[in-house]
């Protein structure tokens, strides 16, 4: 399995397609992993599709939590493209995925093709991230996949028309069975880190300005329309501050799995804009 060492000594998992069209770079949301693309992966054969575990994450070594933040897991995605020897790519970033293109819009817009936003944005909305935070870093109390891929099915608002077998697939991505029940596959210690960056009492922030360096640049945003995270005024916002592909799609919460038919329309069309591979 391919993995590549970060600047502070980390072994990070990545995977790469190889393919002819232009770089894309698959990052994940907050507490998951490269599986999140497995169900879009085989559609987007005119790309080359490069995925990555963040630290912490998956099949990634775990590190000093003070480090699970938004410019180090950026730094990590730079050292990728530079161990792959690409000078640019585009990031196509699921939720956590999304913020970390922006921090790269901020240190190293030079590095950026294009962005394709997936149900995120500058703005998070507070009552969306109150829901992740009461989740993340606890063990699941389900035994089995089955009675987590069955809990998913009829307790994730939001959803609908998902088939039982795609349930079953994410269970399997994020969950760990073990003697005593399911695990999570990620470092719980995230959950420190993520109420470090993202104190939910405090006074909203945004990324506006770093969103607006990406002007220029192709760009692209899916929202599940029930999103409780990407509000529908922000994607709107989004769509008036710079010329993208956009579409919501129907039945789907916090996040899109991206193979749906209005998530494919958007993407599609995006990697069609999106400029040759530019190695370094």
Not at 27 to 37: I, M, Q, V
């Amino acid at each position: 399995m391919p993995h590549f060492t970060t600047s502070d000594g980390l072994s990070l998992y990545y995977d790469d397609t190889g393919g002819p069209g232009p770089a894309v770079l698959c990052l994940s949301g907050l507490t998951r992993n490269a599986t999140d693309f497995d169900y879009v992966l085989p559609h987007l054969k005119d790309a080359r599709v490069i995925r990555m575990d963040y630290r912490g994450r998956g099949q990634s070594d775990w590190a000093d939590h003070s480090t699970y933040t938004l410019p180090r897991e950026a730094q990590d995605a730079l050292e990728l493209m530079d161990h792959l020897g690409l000078a640019k790519t585009a990031i196509l970033g699921t939720s956590r995925g999304g913020l970390i293109a922006l921090t790269l819009a901020e240190i190293a817009p030079e590095r950026l093709t294009g962005v394709c936003f997936n149900d995120i944005g500058p703005v998070i909305e507070t009552a969306g991230l109150e829901v992740i935070l009461v989740f993340i870093g606890r063990k699941p109390f389900w035994k089995t996949r089955a009675e987590a891929a069955e809990a998913l099915a009829s307790r994730l608002p939001g959803f609908a028309n998902v088939p039982a077998s795609r349930w079953a697939e994410e269970a399997a991505h994020h969950f760990v069975p073990t003697d005593t029940g399911l695990d999570i596959n990620y470092d719980p210690k995230l959950r420190n880190a993520v109420l470090a960056e993202f104190d939910p009492r405090a006074p909203a922030s945004d990324m506006w300005p770093q969103f607006d360096k990406l002007a220029g640049r192709p760009l692209a945003a899916l929202r599940g329309i029930n999103s409780d995270i990407l509000s529908r005024d922000t994607f709107e916002h989004m769509q008036a501050r710079a010329p993208m592909f956009a579409a919501e799609v129907a039945d789907r919460a916090h996040v899109p799995f991206l193979d749906e038919p209005e998530s494919l329309a958007v993407l599609t069309d995006w990697i069609a804009t999106l400029p040759p591979q530019d190695p370094s």
